[in-house]
């Protein structure tokens, strides 16, 4: 079954720190470029983070210094490490796939399999 699985999100405080991953199954991870976004309560979606097949990265500018993208090939997973966690980050993150020839910041029309979200939420 082809599909992408988040998970890592949770509840922690003010300047904590969370590591989401995204597993993909039925098909390798390192033949697309990969997006993390985050869509809060009443907003848009809003892109966060992405990677190409030859480790090209992008960060939003609300998450540059912070957030940090990275891939495991031998895990077929790809990874959010996010520090310095603020309560605007709260929000449902997703990862999706785009082609490998597919470059970053990802054009929507580019977005192809999207995980079910993990919940992030930053509070005191």
């Known amino acids: 079954q082809v599909q992408l699985v988040e998970s890592g999100g949770g509840l922690v405080q003010p300047g904590g720190s969370l590591r989401l991953s995204c597993a993909a199954s039925?098909?390798?991870?390192?033949?697309?470029?990969i997006g993390w976004f985050r869509q809060a309560p009443g907003k848009e979606r809003e892109g966060v983070s992405c990677?190409?097949?030859?480790?090209?990265?992008y960060y939003a500018d609300s998450v540059t210094g912070r957030f940090t993208i990275s891939r495991d090939n031998a895990d077929n997973t790809v990874y959010l490490q996010m520090n310095s966690l603020k309560p605007e980050d709260t929000a449902v993150y997703y990862c999706?796939?785009?082609?490998?020839?597919?470059?970053?910041?990802?054009?929507?029309?580019?977005?192809?399999?999207w995980g079910q979200g993990t919940l992030v939420t930053v509070s005191s």
């Open positions: 999706a796939t785009a082609p490998v020839w597919a470059h970053c910041p990802i054009n929507d029309g580019d977005l192809e399999l």
């Open positions: 039925g098909f390798t991870l390192d033949d697309y470029t």
């Open positions: 990677i190409t097949s030859s480790d090209s990265t």
